[in-house]
Every structure is written in C-alpha cells, then in structure tokens.
C-alpha cells in the first residue's frame, strides 16, 4: 500500500509549507491518515491525524495553531498545512495508514507509510 508524500523544503522562520499525501493504488477517503516526523537522533515523533468517514482532526501540542490537515476525496489526497514554521519543525515528515477509520498516535499501529519528504526551516 504505497502512500507518496511531496511539498517539503527549505523554508525561513515564519514560513510556510503544504505537504501532500496521496496513494496512487487505494482510495484515502475511507481511512485515518497520519502525519508524523523525525528529525536526526530522535524518535518518530506523531504531528496529526484524520480520521475515515467522520474526518474528525487531532494534533500535537507543538504544532496546535499552526498546521491543519484536511483532505481532497476528488484528489485523493490528505494535505498537511503548516504555517509560522520553527526551526524544531525541520525534520522528515511521513504519512502513514492503518486501513482504519480511526486516528491512532503511536507509530507502530501503522503499517503502511510513505518514503518522507524534508522539511527544512532555517534562515
């Protein structure tokens, strides 16, 4: 089940990116996708979620307020929103799916996820 991200960068402090979750092979409409990061030297660490059907969102304290998650059904895609950008936002970002309708926060309940895309927030 491959999922595919896109959109990362180098971005200034303050910035902005949107990151893209798609899956070229399976419909996402129905399933719980999440987003999560790892910067070099740490763990996986849970940034957000949508759950199937009912699209109810989640986030980490860290990024409350400024990244939202939301979904195209008519682009099969789950977008990653993110706005004001930190320095301790740098890191790989991952989506990843369960085939569940519903969020989880720990990684290892998902075991399809997608190669990463880097996110660099630096001046």
């Known amino acids: 089940v491959p999922l595919v991200e896109s959109g990362g960068g180098l971005v200034q402090p303050g910035g902005s990116l949107r990151l893209s979750c798609t899956a070229p092979?399976?419909?996402?409409?129905?399933?719980?996708i999440a987003w999560f990061r790892q910067a070099p030297g740490t763990e996986r660490e849970w940034v957000s979620c949508i759950s199937g059907r009912i699209t109810s969102t989640d986030y980490a304290d860290s990024v409350k307020g400024r990244f939202t998650i939301a979904r195209d059904n008519s682009k099969n895609t789950v977008y990653l929103h993110m706005n004001n950008l930190k320095p301790e936002d740098t890191a790989v970002y991952y989506c990843?799916?369960?085939?569940?309708?519903?969020?989880?926060?720990?990684?290892?309940?998902?075991?399809?996820w997608g190669q990463g895309t880097q996110v660099a927030v630096s001046s």
């Open positions: 092979e399976f419909t996402l409409e129905i399933y719980a």
């Open positions: 990843a799916t369960d085939l569940s309708e519903f969020c989880s926060r720990l990684p290892f309940e998902y075991a399809h």
